[in-house]
């Protein structure tokens, strides 16, 4: 939908989602943060394969795993009943899950607080409805942020039936606490291209992408085999994780394949070069939780 409608279907509201601050501070006995926050330890445990920075690689096959019929996700990070010490977070990064979800199906009404939330649908369209009132319908192309501040109720729905919808389910903790909730998407073919990469997300509201309450930048890229790119950390004391989403990549030397995971720190930028035509999402993020 373009943002004229968004913001008319907004204000409209969705029926029984209104709930009022006091009985979202009410309801929302665990919070999402201080549960998430909890969980954080070290977890940089360095790739012994490159040796010009900080690494760490994590292969697709080493990812949890669970199926629940409606849902079939892979965790980068510990995750629900997936647990694993030295995969908690890379930086502010907490969460990275790779969803599938059934035709009809979905994650019904449910809180959290203080997590900024980003989804980026693959295949299929996903409905979205939220105590904010906003009722809206993402697919492929389209990028979500949720900032949950205070606190914030929603669901999401794969709107069709008969396919699958494909979607990555990303959380960061945020620099500020308790700020007023919010909501945005936006549609990526009107951002302007840096070469193989778009910027889809930063912490600037005036920049190309939606605007997170972190220093965090992310970039989508659709690279055509042979092709080189010099990717340079945008602030002092970020990393960044790679994920490749389709196809081959090397990135500062280390091979990935589909759906492999690699962080980067304590360095300014790397190379990066297309092994076949890819598809990679750049996650650029401080490496302090403040």
Known sequence: MDRKDF??????????????ANQLKAENKSSTYDKLMDQVG???????EVKTAKTVLHKAHTRGHANHGWLDTHHTFSFANYYNPDRMN????????????????????????????????????????????????????????MSAGTGIYHSEFNKNGDKEVRFLQIWMFPNKKNVTPRYDQIQL??????????QILSP???????????????HLGDLEKACSETYTIRRPGNGVY?????GEVTIAGQKLGKRDG??????TGFDISADSNAKVLLMDVPMQLS
């Not at 070290?42 to 012994?48: D, G």
């Not at 600037?204 to 992310?218: E, I, L, Y």
């Open 7 to 20: 913001i008319k279907k907004s204000i409209l509201g969705a029926a029984g989602l209104g709930l009022t």
């Open 42 to 48: 070290f977890n940089h445990l360095p790739n012994e």
């Open 90 to 145: 890379f930086g502010v990064l907490r969460v990275l899950n790779d969803d599938v979800v059934a035709g009809g199906r979905g994650f019904r009404l449910h809180p959290h607080d203080n997590m900024e939330i980003i989804s980026i649908p693959l295949s299929g369209d996903l409905e979205h409805k939220d105590s904010m009132g906003n009722v809206a319908v993402i697919k492929e192309g389209d990028v979500q942020i």
């Open 189 to 198: 073919n009107g951002l302007t291209a840096n070469s193989a990469f778009r």
């Open 204 to 218: 600037n509201s005036h920049d190309d992408g939606v605007w997170s309450h972190q220093n965090a930048w992310f």
């Open 242 to 246: 790679a994920f490749v989403i389709e």
């Open 262 to 267: 690699f962080g980067i720190w304590d360095t």
